[in-house]
């Protein structure tokens, strides 16, 4: 029988499943991010794309360990890579690991398998909103076009980093420059037990990336509650998701009626608010003009590859 590895590479964590041709998942193990933009070292050590491909590498044995299985039993792996955007990061990281041996292999980049994992129709657009912002989608005739992902240069918003920079803000206006006042002061001094402005400028040295996953649902948590402020946000959310869906609707191939659209990402999965998932389907059906049939990611988007791998690669 032959075995498939799909792998999911993220800017924090990165999921290498094993799967048999039945679709079935037989074992994950999960590793470190892989994303090349997030490591930065001297030239004379490792340049970015070494120790990717080198963390992707080690993942790999580790789940050929984990199962007792060979390089040599795999008939394919696709990997979905965070940061792989542009071909020549393509070539850069698959150069690295065929010198591994890894000769029966694609990459493409990890917002396409969210589509492959959480469409119908195996065309879709997906809207990824966590670490960071990407907007990917695939047509009926298969083509693929990835928006979004280059942070103020594109204009992102919505991702973790960004509503945690906009709670604080929020947070910092009502009690520094006594603007409009939000709910999300009291959340916040309940959530870091201070009381003061002085309390709010002093986490600005404790704060790590823990603070991101808080301070996100402190937000929907305001959200949820009809907070002005929070709801403006959201508004600005929902309208640039809508801006990226209505511009693949309008160049790309999709049915007038009811084309799909996968929501995923830690914003979209974890931390749901059905208020903010109302304006974007509002906003992007005004926007398009058309009726859409949004889903929420529910499997792992690691199983997009073991789809992709047996409609094309198998």
Same mark, same amino acid.
């Given at each position: 029988?032959?075995?498939?590895?799909? +792998?999911?590479?993220?800017?924090?964590?990165?999921?290498?499943?094993?799967?048999?041709?039945?679709?079935?998942?037989?074992?994950?193990?999960?590793?470190?991010? !892989?994303?090349?933009?997030? @490591?930065?070292?001297?030239?004379?050590?490792?340049?970015?794309?070494?120790?990717?491909?080198?963390?992707?590498?080690?993942?790999?044995?580790?789940?050929?360990?984990?199962?007792?299985?060979?390089?040599?039993?795999?008939?394919?792996?696709?990997?979905?890579?965070? %940061?792989?955007?542009?071909?020549?990061?393509?070539?850069?990281?698959?150069?690295? /690991?065929?010198?591994? %041996?890894?000769?029966?292999?694609?990459?493409?980049?990890?917002?396409?398998? #969210? #589509?492959?994992?959480?469409?119908?129709?195996?065309?879709?657009?997906?809207?990824?909103? %966590? !670490?960071? +912002? &990407? &907007?990917?989608?695939?047509?009926?005739?298969?083509?693929?076009?990835?928006?979004?992902?280059?942070?103020?240069?594109?204009?992102?918003?919505?991702?973790?980093?960004?509503?945690?920079?906009? #709670?604080?803000?929020?947070? =910092?206006?009502?009690?520094?420059?006594?603007?409009?006042?939000?709910?999300?002061?009291?959340?916040?001094?309940?959530? =870091?037990?201070?009381?003061?402005?002085?309390?709010?400028?002093?986490?600005?040295? !404790? /704060?790590?990336?823990?603070?991101?996953?808080?301070?996100?649902? /402190? @937000?929907?948590?305001?959200?949820?509650?009809?907070?002005?402020?929070?709801?403006?946000?959201?508004?600005?959310?929902?309208?640039?998701?809508?801006?990226?869906?209505?511009?693949?609707?309008? !160049?790309?191939?999709?049915?007038?009626?009811?084309?799909?659209?996968?929501?995923?990402?830690?914003?979209?999965?974890?931390?749901?608010?059905? +208020?903010?998932?109302?304006?974007?389907?509002?906003?992007?059906?005004?926007?398009?003009?058309?009726?859409?049939?949004?889903?929420?990611?529910?499997?792992?988007?690691?199983?997009? &590859?073991?789809?992709?791998?047996?409609?094309? @690669?198998?």
């Amino acid at each position: 029988m032959p075995y498939y590895i799909g +792998v999911d590479g993220g800017g924090t964590k990165t999921a290498y499943a094993l799967f048999n041709e039945k679709e079935e998942l037989l074992a994950l193990r999960e590793g470190p991010g !892989t994303n090349h933009e997030n @490591f930065v070292g001297p030239p004379e050590t490792m340049t970015p794309f070494d120790e990717a491909a080198a963390r992707l590498w080690a993942g790999i044995q580790g789940l050929l360990d984990d199962t007792g299985r060979s390089l040599d039993e795999i008939a394919f792996t696709l990997m979905g890579l965070a %940061g792989v955007d542009h071909p020549f990061q393509y070539e850069a990281i698959m150069k690295r /690991l065929r010198g591994f %041996g890894m000769e029966r292999l694609e990459i493409f980049n990890d917002g396409f398998i #969210v #589509v492959k994992a959480g469409s119908r129709s195996g065309a879709a657009i997906g809207l990824n909103l %966590g !670490t960071g +912002v &990407c &907007c990917n989608a695939i047509d009926r005739r298969g083509r693929r076009v990835q928006l979004a992902g280059f942070g103020l240069f594109s204009g992102d918003v919505g991702h973790g980093p960004w509503i945690a920079a906009s #709670v604080f803000r929020l947070v =910092y206006d009502q009690l520094v420059l006594r603007l409009e006042p939000t709910a999300l002061t009291g959340l916040l001094f309940d959530a =870091y037990n201070i009381n003061s402005a002085e309390g709010l400028l002093g986490l600005l040295e !404790t /704060l790590g990336d823990s603070a991101i996953k808080t301070f996100v649902g /402190l @937000f929907f948590e305001a959200l949820n509650h009809g907070d002005a402020p929070v709801l403006q946000l959201a508004e600005q959310m929902a309208l640039r998701g809508a801006q990226l869906i209505a511009a693949h609707l309008r !160049t790309l191939d999709f049915p007038e009626e009811g084309a799909e659209v996968v929501l995923s990402g830690s914003i979209h999965t974890k931390l749901l608010s059905g +208020v903010y998932v109302d304006l974007l389907k509002q906003k992007s059906e005004e926007l398009s003009g058309r009726s859409l049939a949004f889903h929420i990611l529910d499997v792992p988007p690691v199983m997009g &590859c073991i789809k992709w791998i047996l409609q094309e @690669f198998r």
